[in-house]
């Protein structure tokens, strides 16, 4: 009972963080407000009993990542931005396309005879899921290969970021 | 155990234990101004009380009676969360680190320690990964150009370091084979060639990881000779250069409570906790780890202390060429020779 009210307690304060992202006209407010975001996701992990995710969920999005959003806002001092109508499309188009969306998800979860156990609602579950042996099993066993890879695609990723945002060789030499 | 004793033990050690953690901040700064001054040969502070001991009271009176400044540039929401944000941070990481065995009074038991998770360390690491908010946004909220730069190289600085310093643990959690910081400081009993003990620090090669995780700890918490947010011939004090009055005092207890936190995770990961001969009468035995584990906390934030009154400041390139260029490849070598060493034995 406890958990399911702290559960509904933080999916609130997640969503509200969320919309508020969107509805703050500074940008460091709407960087905070993700900050919020990503701690209440952590909070569910937890309550679902997957500790290690939720740690790392802190350590790595709400520690790190967020940060350097934080530090980018910082750096390059972005001002108060103005709220635009928004287009029509998106009124006529994006609505009912995230209604739809988000009926479709949730109706697929009740729907699955499955997902009380991947919700964690079962203690069983709870065991086998989300603790730092059994995501290390799945990470170095079962999907060793496509883990190695992504990882190369990551480091790939941020050098070609490094070589786009270097100034070619002779340019630097000028100034 | 029932709840209802529970909630009402566990009520007791945080307040126990806030107090006990407040009053270390105090005197760790009392600790830091007299042994400073001893090493430039002069007395520190002698007038308030015997040997100046009295002198952090005095201090926080005089913090709480000081006119609380606003400067009228200020964003206002964040400016008064930042130092809030810091102070929190700092303090919350307390909650999953045990001092010592377990109490047994009558036929209570309860460990030393407000909460155990077996996933301690990630949290230590967690709860500190987002005190950066606070010296970051109190930079940035103030309005001026010395905090902003101030809160620039902090948040680039901490984010740099804590690679380093997560690659240096993981060594130590590759040999202990847990996240729990209780079963990490069990996994160091006993003692090897008959007489030098279990630690860590003499295990796998990993005095290396002692010593990046000491150098990374000192840039998290900005000390000398990484204390470049604060850098006072540059940056007037960095961050905290808009504040005063108990904001400012809240950045202060920030900044030592983390050194707290760090002097006792090194205790716990490295040094063995609080393993030490124990003798005596039950009671003795069983607050004689509790002395032990101080004892090594009290070492380390003195070599943090020596380190302040010895090291000159590095350069901002510098620190960034030393973590990324030396400390992280260190880490990573590290790493690879202590997983070696773990897939031998």
Redesign the interface.
Known sequence: MLHLILFSVFGIICVAGAVNLLLQRHP?NSA?SL?VVMGSLAVEYLLLGA??VA??Q??VY???IM??F??V???LNAGEEEHTQGSRVAWLLGLPGALAITVVIAWALVQSEGSAVALGVTPDAQKAFG??ADISQLLFHQFLLPFEVTSILVLIAIMGAVVLAARPESERREG | MSITLFIIVSVIKIALILFVLLTAVAYTVWLERKVVGHMQNRWGPTRVGPFGLLQPAADGVKFLFKEDLTPPHVYKP?YIAAPMIAVVFAVTSIAVIPFGNWLNVGKISTPFQITD???GL??V???T??G??GV??S??SSNSKYS?LG??RA??Q??SY?IAL?LSLVGVLMLAGT?SLRGIVDAQAGHFWGFVPNWFIFRGGQIVAFFIYLTAAYAETNRIPFDLPEAETELVAGYHTEYSAMKFAMFFMAEYANMITVACLASLLFLGGWRGPIFGPDWLQQLLPLFWFVLRVFAFLFVYIWVRGTLPRFRYDQLMAFGWKFLLPLAIANLVVTAVVVALT
Do not use: D, R, T
Request: aromatic content about 10%; overall charge negative.
């Open positions: 460091i905070l900050v500790e290690f740690a790392i802190v350590i709400a520690g790190a940060v350097l934080v530090f806002i910082m750096l603790n730092a | 964040l998770v077996n996933i990630l949290v690491l967690g709860i990964s987002l950066v908010y970051a946004l930079g940035w902003l809160g620039l948040s680039a901490m984010v804590e997560g996240f």
